[in-house]
């Protein structure tokens, strides 16, 4: 007997549980990127020249530049109009602020501000919520979903992109304490997905090109590059765009699309650097690699800069990530209908422009006016003339300017009193953690380092009495304030030292930079994951990490794999398979494998064979690899597949269409030993055999998925439906 | 029949072939990236607690840390001692020089510079000829191949970590057309290595620290951390050394190795720093991160960059690569005694200090002095006061400082004319060629880097008529030595791009160089090989590249695997496995696959358990997988163990001892799917079995390493024992 397997081994059916992170939702599909090796494929690559492959290399160079230029003119796109719908609104705002200053009344300001927050932010949260909730967030926890293998649905659609480009300028125009650096690694990720195709099945536009990369392997593989290149628009750093890539996505390293990951950061930057300086009147000054800028530091390290201390950072992180945490909780069970969503979207916004408004209208710390006139928008509010309020310059600014102006307040010359720095430190802590979360595109980049500069500034003005022989403290504040940037909260470790070190351009940061982020993720993991990573939990997601839990020896192949699994004979019934597919009756035989077969495949079967089946049975027209890229993605429903009684006993031939040769593992093997399998090839199914090559299980994603290190050991997960 | 499966399966002797490239050499073993899963590694696995592996984890660090500072210092006494060294050399010459220059008899002074810089590539010619060969060339090739998971033998042994600094001390000092910077990376793994493993087998000394990492998989991980910490302290690049390890060695991407491994070239660089600012009485200075400093670069990049075209520099890179094929091919025919080696080790150093003495003496291009005395060593020779020879800029110096000089003429002012550029570019490209295979430790990074600075300078004087509107030109032409540098010869395309970028601190550069690298890479591609891959092909070594050749989809396991495999039951005879092992029999029943046993493991068995065998069957005292970690990595030859006829007789239980669970493949798989399987896990074995489950094949490196794509498709190497 050979039968050959099905996609979803039918389980027990786990019962609707109360939404929490102890469960892991069954709605997420696995990418797969294991090539279905059936003899179609066989053919295909047996009949493709040297040259073939050649010309396949070279249309993923061509591929790769196009992603980067696009995802670099998408981001200067963002850029401008953010400079400029925030330019508007500040001026306006300021206008109104210096003219009721004088006669009193500022209170109308207030509402002045408030308003145009309110409606860039009601604007922004609309289209999100009402038309592509996918759209909402930095899209940064999709993306490490995605590069992962989970298929989260409607992720890469153009639909979301445009949401998440005009949400994201909505929201920075808005005044909210966000970053637009987050949503670029979205729309990177998305920009390819759509270009790798060759087609948008959203605009019903198929271009017939580039028809080969029109599978799970290679369109993960230019996702990977559009979140480079993302990585690379927002950071000026193509380099952390590679390893971001990397750390999260590409557990088997492959040299050329490193090369080609890299080749569309590089272009990515490239693309903004240029459209920016003409922009700017500035054509081939190249100065502006990246959304944010800190701008050049200069060499010049003391051993005082580890005195920026790590450890209350990582708890601030923590606590942070707790408080979103339960936010976001309570946002997933009582905040789920759009029109509340738009209206706590609307709500931050107002409270936010309340909020700056008090801290400047109370604020008494006057700093007079640079020489170098180098503030954005100065407000002299009650100051004396040549003066300015300097927390309006932390306040009355976009994030981005706020943390350039930080960073680069001239040696030997504080903007910034101690109190101005701690009272900034805890309210923009607040907002953004309430921001965090909400219906609207947005990235928390920016906010946490915002929040992470301030307090080690804060701190180190404190601790100058102490440290007042390290002359040097006082002449680069700004570096300190870098280096101490909260990074306890997002916890991308590596990728992020390097783009930090790249958005300085200067090596020697590396170490401190190293030691701080290293620091505070492990103070910051004794309390609580990062925030990405309790995002991903929340939602259920069958996420892998990159081994399998320390003390999982004990398991093995049999007890994590589910079984039984569905089987069909070689040649099987027509109706058999729809019925299987239809979930109104399974299919247990036991025989020796001999093949795997996917869903999505016996569906395009079924669709293009049920006709000519009917009319003589097993001589059928040839079916081409093409039928199947054709469908891909969109598979349809077996619902939408209508099948005839007479059809129905029809006999199907799956030889061809199986993929002969799955992997398969001893129903002995340990998990550790499973998951490294499962992981570095990233596999969908693994078909588990017994010492006679017969099918006893099938361990996929959700498997291996549930077994996670909690604080009492090992702990299994529930699966849910929902 | 349950039968295990041995190391080496006996395949039909090749015969003896004289050398040339397209052989695989069967002398090299693998490396095994894979843990033998056997009852005796679970159950420590499953005894150990979650704090144990903790603890584990935070050793490893400690060791990276370790691996990193004991590099940084390896790196930092290299460069003082060439120093110190060169400069007495060259002081001593220049008196010399200037003495003779007014009475006349500079021979005396060329024999005095020729007969010093002899007798310092004597030196290190000697204890590389003599004591241990493997630390010749830069090492790069030989750590390549360990990362891939070859086991070069004694690549790692503390003996060729000291030859090989004192080696490359010599040979820099001797004034040979060599970098320090390759040796690094060698030096760096040899530490890893060595600390890694808590033992020194060569000096007898084993700390009993760290048992849990004598294994292959712990090891090579380390190695790789080590790799990376060389790279970092030879340029100054942690991330390229990252990149470096990467590109070369891990395929299987795991998040926390490549954390370590950044570790590790963070504290190498900064020791390095430290230390050498310590050295220059600068301390807290920190402005050395690397070996070789290019300093900073203004960023001010105009399209001309791109006109330093990459093609030729490919085209030169070829060549090199071609004329040093032929070289070595001469030297393996007919300069393989050590005397010999020595002689012409000696030989090119007297020509290089001749050949140079002479382009100094016949070029008439004086330069005035700066006012700064930016120049080491400068030699007035026959100019007028006040001048100076500009050709000993380039050839009076050590290699690190010329590079440096060349990309650092103050802007506005070319040192060089063209005549002297081209001369010494042509004089030079021929002395590197010479030089590199010769029995001392080098590198060629820096030599490759002058090659292509110079020809790339003199060119763009040479169209200076052309581009003269380009003002910038003028301003910056150091730059676009920089960007010249002939990359085509060594190839590594990826890492040397952040390598190159890091160096400069300068994200825009990374574009220009990125083209330039790949069109060198592609233009040399067309012709030969990089130059480290020539090597590698030339000591037959079975590298496996990163992907299967693209048209090898007609092979399958059937057709590459080595058969018939020897197997033993899982009960066997003594005697019947000392046959084994001994070749002096074979011993092939088919059977139901039940596990995986090692020759090494075998013997480690054989070496406790006979005497006790002896004694009373089967009841035996339990080997602990200790037994197994004190005799790696140098487990004794089957010779040694002395088995009576009485031992021969008994029965012993491999059941305990062999992997129950090693991976498998279907005998139809397709070549690139084994590939992939095999690259991923970092597999030494693969087990083919049918459809039953029965051994009929086992895929090893060789089989897989023996087809390559050549000119005329895909070719298939041939086997030989040498």
Known sequence: MHPSLLQDSVRGCPKEIPHNEKLLSLKYESLD???????????????????????????????????????????????????????????????????????????????????????????????????????????????????????????????????????????????????KEGPMIHSGAVVAAGVSQGRSTSLKKDFKIFEYFRRDTEKRDFVSAGAAAGVSAAFGAPVGGVLFSLEEGASFWNQMLTWRIFFASMISTFTLNFFLSIYNNKPGDLSSPGLINFGRFESDVSVCLLLSSPKPCGLLGALFNILNYWLTIFRIRYVHRPCLQVMEAMLVAAVTATVSFAMIYFSNDCQPLGPDQSEDYPLQLFCADGEYNSMATAFFNTPERSVRSLFHNPPGRLFYNPLTLSLFTLTYFFLACWTYGLTVSAGVFIPSLLIGAHRTLARLVSI???????????????????????????????????????????????????????????????????????????????????????????????EVMGAPVTCFNRIEKVGTIVDVLSNTSTNHNLGKICGLILRSQLIVLLKHKVRELARSRLTQRKLQLKDFRDAYPRFPPIQSIHVSQDERECMMDLTEFMNPTPYTVPQETSLPRVFKLFRALGLRHLVVVDSENRVVGLV????????????HGLEEMQLAQT
Chains 1, 2 share one sequence.
Not at 131 to 144: L, R, T, V, Y
Not at 467 to 477: E, G, I, T
Not at 700 to 711: F, I, P, Q, V, W
Request: glycine share 10%.
């Open 33 to 179: 990127y294991d090539n279905s090796e059936n003899q179609l494929f066989l053919e295909e690559e047996r009949r493709m020249s040297f040259l073939g492959f050649k010309c396949l290399e070279i249309s993923r160079w061509v591929i790769c530049g196009l992603i980067g230029f696009l995802t670099g003119l998408i981001a200067c796109c963002i850029d401008i109009a953010v400079e400029n719908l925030a330019g508007v609104k500040y001026y306006v705002v300021k206008q109104n602020i210096e003219k009721f200053t004088e006669v009193g009344g500022l209170s109308i300001s207030l509402i002045l501000w408030a308003v145009l927050n309110s409606a860039f932010v009601m604007l922004g949260a609309v289209i999100v919520a009402f038309f592509e909730p996918g759209a909402a967030g930095s899209g940064i926890p999709q993306i490490k979903c995605y590069l992962n293998g989970v298929k989260i649905p409607r992720v890469v659609r153009l639909k979301t992109l445009v949401v998440k480009v005009c949400g994201v300028i909505c929201s920075v125009a808005g005044g909210l304490a966000v970053g």
């Open 464 to 558: 100058m009495f102490v440290c007042r022989s390290l002359s040097q403290v006082w002449a680069v504040p700004g570096k300190y304030a870098f280096n101490g940037s909260c990074r306890g909260i997002v916890r991308m470790t590596l990728s992020l030292t390097v783009i930090m070190v790249e958005a300085t351009g200067n090596v020697t940061y590396g170490l401190p930079i190293m030691l701080v982020l290293l620091t505070a993720k492990i103070v910051g993991d004794y309390f609580v994951e990062g925030l990405y990573d309790i995002h991903i939990k929340l939602q259920s997601v069958p996420f892998l990490h990159l081994e399998a839990p320390a003390t999982s020896h004990w398991l093995t192949a049999r």
């Open 700 to 711: 996929t994603r959700k498997d291996l998925a549930r077994y996670h290190l909690g604080k």
